[in-house]
């Protein structure tokens, strides 16, 4: 028999594990339950998205945007559809600004309902999760009521929509958000200020602002951290600057500010924000407009190359879009906000717990597809 | 039904063959199998309503089906045999380079210790296998053959996920014996025996003369046995060592189909020995809360198992509500919240009684 | 840019000149708004001169001034309102045909003639302009280029700086630490890095920055050739470099030097090849699976 070494068991976390959220590999180096350094390994999900964007046109790229974060589609076909509206200088009309806005922002809450959901079950609490699910049904069902998809949506084109609104999906989606405001009430009761939850979220995986600033994180992991930066307020795209509504900030509501807990409250706040602007957008939206009236005959952008900033619901999402004047992307490329999440895990989670780690890795809300694209 | 009953039957019954040694081992082995019995079809049951307070806790209906043959029974209630047949028909595998004798021999400790506990539980004033004098004491003594089983089947899995959860396992159950134990001194101390029987029989007259309403203490220790005997059987929050979402499956990572349900089976059944324990010393047994009515030896049986059913609902019911604890932290509940509390009890219910009476 | 946005930005500066800043907080198309506030930047400097400069009227639009450089037109249009007796009082016959002659082709279609000279008057304006707008946009690219160049002589390669700035190699590593520690630029932010494959045997590397404390953006290029890509990293100043770097080493080829961990991050670390080059060819087989070609088109 060799030397038994004593001192640190390196462990792998997955990739097939329960609580990775997708295949992720994590190698820890563990010294009994303390964690000493954490290697991830991504790359089990990567299906060369930037290399099919040079070979098929502007319009066939977006349904590969969809299938990059799977939970958030909408968000992605609209940084992509920003982005390149912006690129050929195309102006839509205010009934899609705001159907895309009502949308987006749909996304959002479904996309946070699963986010926090699951970070419930990685810290044990089951139930929080289903219940969650069964609001997020709802939102699917809406979506599905629109355009036939629930999850995969290839809703939003360049310079238009695919489908209008149906009839009846303005009453659905109010009788919807009187359902749903009550029950993020009962979420908080249940979960958030749960004395073993809150011990086992705050003062953990802290991170200071700068760290999250020079790491590249953004979106509600940056503002837990403390930083007042949203960029549907602070670069305002599409008709956000017409809808009015606060940005939560973590305020180490439970210990320090930029721990789990805060990260995980941030998200709660922001789908109550969510609710605001979707019931403005609907209150405003213009009843009669073509959903494709702007939808140009061919897609060829000028030379040039554009970068833009959308914010998705875990950060903000980059399109850099190169042109050569063909109807084919020359590159085309997309700065995912979990990509930067996940790089920060090294940084905060070390010198934690094994089950810290895993509580951390929950908090920063990753999705696989969007860092392997 | 104890052993001496059944063998003072038989010897009547068949009076030529009275003192053979044959008569000793079926009277021995009969309640044994009895007893073996009950479990089997307790297991069936607390695992359907498992699913069922499950579901509805989490908005679901759970298992349905439409009767006999489709999907799962009428409500679901074929579904526990189908999940027993489903775990017998499986393939057993053992890794290769997991040490075989400790592997195998893991499952079949734990159950033994969850099932030697039996032995002395009271279902009625006359049927139980064996009327010890140390009732209680013996219980909580052979409960701790739990703790190596676990340590067992974490390391010879050859597994660095179950050796966590074994390793976990053990300093769990090990700590949690502590405040459990000191928590049922002052129940030994008020009723002044060991015998399981005899505690009841302090508590008979009423609910008023139930040990838990005894003195203000009381409540207190009830509670702090309760939570402990909850961690001493891996339960939410204290499931760490199963615990799904961080170490895949923990300890039984590597046991499939039949072994795998022996941890499971033994788990329930340490929820029910631990379940007749809280309500033998607190709950008044098998005496009815009306001091005089129903209390024939039926209704005895009946009031056990439904005072046991209710502690195991609160059980399930805590599982899916509140998360778990991470390690340390329920380490710092064990010793240095409940330790403390316990031993107080033992001075205030001491001082309450000789004071008070 | 059209005669209208220019004016609009010059109305836009004024009233904020005068305190009025929603108007330009509250437009919602960024690059109008993005103009604005680099017009406003310059005129803030010196803001009587701006005033007396534009607040006669924002862009000389009335037709009499512009059609002195041009009397036929003016002749023609007056004839297709109806009005031939300035044409008919022409004393030089050689204009009077001329003016005659066009008047009979801008009848066949009045409409796209009116249009012609619009758009003549417009392109006029816009020459004139377009060294003034030149001069407001170019603020922050500008200063940088300045500031590199006073630091770190021959860093900035490009001279016209309005969309990014190509920077030198041997200065980078330099530059960036510069860029980010710089009280007036901060870019305490590295949005996104990205890998390209020019052709011709170049590859570049664009690294989009922002800084939060000022909110300004900047976009730097820089060029190597195939046969020696190599980059000094940037993963010391600002963190989230390490796995951009990785991602472009991973799809390019490019080497940063300095790195603590050049390795594959997406693709398997045996993998062999760069696949987001152009003369990319995928292997043949990757242990013993044989990998299909990719079809051309959609077969």
Redesign the interface.
């Given at each position: 028999m060799g030397v038994i070494r004593g001192e640190e068991m390196v462990l792998n976390i997955g990739p097939q594990h329960p609580a990775t959220h997708g295949v992720l590999r994590l190698q820890v180096k563990t010294d009994g339950e303390i964690v000493s350094e954490i290697k991830p390994y991504i790359g089990y999900l990567h299906r060369c998205f930037e290399k099919h964007c040079e070979n098929v046109t502007y319009e066939q790229v977006l349904p590969f945007t969809d299938r990059c974060d799977y939970l958030a589609s909408m968000t992605m076909n609209f940084g992509y559809v920003v982005a390149m509206e912006e690129l050929m200088e195309i102006r839509v009309n205010d009934r899609v600004q705001h159907i895309r806005v009502v949308m987006a922002e749909l996304q959002r809450i479904a996309s946070h309902l699963l986010g926090l959901g699951a970070f419930g079950l990685d810290i044990g609490a089951f139930t929080p999760f289903l219940h969650m699910l069964r609001d997020r049904e709802r939102i699917l069902d809406l979506f599905e009521m629109t355009c036939g998809a629930r999850l995969l949506y290839n809703y939003m084109w360049i310079g238009g929509l695919s489908h209008d609104l149906p009839v009846g999906f303005v009453e659905s989606t109010y009788k919807f958000l009187d359902y749903f405001e009550p029950k993020i009430d009962e979420f908080v009761n249940l979960l958030v200020h749960n004395k073993i939850f809150v011990e086992r979220t705050a003062d953990i995986g802290v991170m200071p602002q700068d760290v999250a600033i020079s790491y590249g994180v953004t979106g509600p992991n940056l503002r837990a951290s403390g930083l007042n930066w949203d960029l549907r307020k602070n670069d305002p795209y599409s008709i956000y600057n017409k809808f009015d509504f606060n940005i939560p900030v973590g305020q180490g509501g439970k210990g320090t500010v930029g721990d789990c807990w805060d990260r995980f409250y941030v998200r709660v706040l922001e789908m109550k924000e969510s609710i605001k602007i979707v019931r403005q957008a609907l209150a405003s939206m213009p009843k009669d407009g073509d959903v494709h009236q702007s939808l140009p005959k061919k897609i060829k952008p000028p030379i040039g190359s554009i970068y833009r900033r959308t914010e998705s619901p875990r950060g903000d999402l980059g399109y850099y879009i190169e042109s050569d004047g063909s109807n084919v992307p020359y590159r085309l490329k997309m700065r995912s906000p979990a990509f930067t999440a996940l790089s920060v895990i090294d940084e905060i989670a070390a010198g934690w717990l094994l089950s810290d780690v895993l509580a951390i890795l929950g908090s920063l809300d990753i999705v696989l597809g969007e860092i392997d694209r | 039904m104890t052993v001496d009953f059944i063998y003072n039957s038989l010897v009547a019954f068949f009076p030529d063959w009275a003192n053979k040694d044959p008569f000793l081992m079926i009277s021995m082995l009969l309640p044994l199998v009895a007893t073996f019995g009950f479990i089997t079809i307790y297991a069936l049951v607390v695992i359907y309503a498992e699913l069922k307070v499950?579901s509805f806790?989490?908005?679901?209906v759970g298992p349905m089906g439409q009767g006999v043959g489709l999907h799962a029974g009428k409500w679901g209630l074929l579904q526990p045999i189908a999940d027993a047949l489903k775990l017998l028909s499986k393939e057993d595998i053992i890794p290769s380079s997991a040490n075989k004798v400790l592997f195998i021999l893991a499952p079949f400790m734990i159950f033994v210790g969850a099932f030697i506990s039996f032995v002395a539980l009271p279902f009625n004033e006359s049927i139980i296998v064996s009327d010890l004098n140390i009732g209680i004491f013996y219980i909580l003594g052979v409960g701790s053959l739990a703790v190596i089983a676990l340590i067992l089947a974490g390391w010879s899995s050859n597994n660095?996920?179950s050796l966590?959860g074994g390793m976990r396992s053990a300093a769990q159950i090990i700590s949690y014996e502590i405040p459990a134990g000191i928590s049922l001194i002052v129940v030994i101390m008020l009723a002044g025996s060991l015998n399981m029987q005899e505690i009841i029989l302090y508590q008979e007259g009423g609910i008023g003369n139930w040990i838990i309403f005894d003195n203000p203490f009381m409540p207190i220790a009830f509670v702090v046995y309760f939570i402990s005997a909850l961690a001493e059987t891996n339960r939410?929050?204290f499931?760490?060592p199963e615990?799904?979402?961080?170490l895949?499956a923990g300890f039984v990572t590597e046991y499939s189909g039949m072994r795998y349900a022996f941890f499971f089976l033994s788990e329930y059944a340490n929820m029910f020995v631990v379940s007749v324990v809280a309500v033998t010393g607190f709950l008044g047994g098998w005496q009815s809360p009306f001091a005089n009515y129903l209390n024939s030896p039926a209704m005895g049986l009946f009031w056990m198992l439904s005072k046991t059913a209710f502690l195991i609902f609160i059980m399930i019911w805590i599982r899916?509500?509140?998360?778990?604890?991470?390690?340390?932290?329920l380490m710092h509940l064990c010793w240095k919240v409940f330790l403390p509390i316990g031993l107080f009890n033992i001075f205030a219910v001491a001082i309450w009684t000789v004071l008070i009476g | 840019m059209s005669p209208d946005t220019e004016k609009i930005i010059i109305e836009l500066v004024l009233k904020a000149l005068n305190g009025d800043m929603d108007s330009i907080n509250n437009l919602d198309d960024r690059v109008l708004r993005s103009k604005a506030k680099a017009a406003l930047f310059k005129a803030k400097k010196d803001p009587d001169a701006y005033r007396e400069k534009y607040s006669k009227s924002s862009i000389p639009n009335d037709n009499e001034n512009n059609f002195k450089n041009d009397p036929i037109t003016s002749y023609v249009l007056k004839g297709l309102d109806g009005d031939m007796d300035q044409i008919n009082a022409i004393e030089d016959r050689v204009l009077r045909g001329k003016v005659k002659a066009a008047l009979v082709k801008a009848k066949k279609d009045p409409k796209s003639f009116k249009m012609q000279v619009g758009l003549k008057e417009v392109k006029k304006q816009t020459i004139e302009l377009d060294e003034e707008k030149v001069d407001i946009e170019e603020s922050i690219n500008q200063r940088i280029k300045k500031l590199a160049l006073e630091k770190f002589p021959q860093s900035i390669l490009n001279d016209d700086v309005e969309k990014f700035l190509l920077v030198d190699l041997k200065s980078w590593s330099s530059l960036s630490a510069y860029l980010k520690t710089e009280e007036s630029l901060f870019f305490d932010s590295l949005q996104c890095q990205t890998g390209f494959d020019l052709g011709e045997g170049l590859l570049e590397a664009r690294y989009n920055l922002h800084s939060m404390k000022h909110d300004h953006y900047t976009e730097i290029r820089i060029q190597v050739t195939k046969d020696n890509p190599r980059i000094p990293s940037v993963e010391e100043v600002w963190r989230i470099a390490d796995w951009f770097e990785r991602e472009t080493y991973d799809m390019l080829g490019i080497h940063f030097d300095g790195h603590r961990d050049m390795r594959r991050i997406l693709l398997p670390d045996d993998w062999e090849g760069w696949p987001l080059r152009k003369d990319y060819d995928v292997q043949e087989t990757y242990h013993g699976i044989v990998i299909p070609k990719m079809k051309e088109g959609w077969e």
């Open positions: - | 499950s806790i989490q908005d679901k660095k996920w966590y939410t929050p499931d760490l615990s799904e979402s961080e895949v899916w509500t509140v998360p778990r604890l991470r390690v340390d932290q | -």
